[in-house]
């Protein structure tokens, strides 16, 4: 899964989270440069994209990313979906 995430109180990375329904809460920073971050928000650099990826076992199971804010306040839904496996 690749994405970003900025959080307007900052132009520093921002906290990202992966839940996988039935597997887990995977946190990590958003921190991988992409150009298409710097042209569609000016002011706010590259470095805000992520990328994760990870093995699930058989079965459907929702997947939601969460962009946490820096200062504390309401984390932001940035998308969720649903996999299956077979």
């Known amino acids: 899964m690749f994405g970003y995430a900025l959080d307007p109180?900052?132009?520093?990375?921002?906290?990202?989270a992966i839940n996988i329904e039935g597997v887990g809460n995977f946190p990590l920073d958003a921190t991988l440069p992409?150009?298409?971050v710097e042209q569609r928000h000016p002011?706010?650099?590259r470095n805000h994209s992520f990328l994760f990826g990870r093995t699930l076992p058989r079965g459907t199971r929702s997947?939601?990313?969460?962009a946490l804010d820096a200062?504390?306040?309401p984390s932001s839904t940035i998308g969720c979906f649903r996999v299956t496996v077979k």
């Not at 109180?9 to 990202?16: F, G, K, L, W």
Request: glycine share 24%.
């Open 34 to 36: 992409w150009d298409g």
């Open 71 to 73: 200062n504390g306040g």
């Open 9 to 16: 109180d900052t132009s520093a990375p921002t906290r990202v």
């Open 43 to 45: 002011g706010y650099g």
């Open 63 to 66: 997947v939601c990313t969460v």
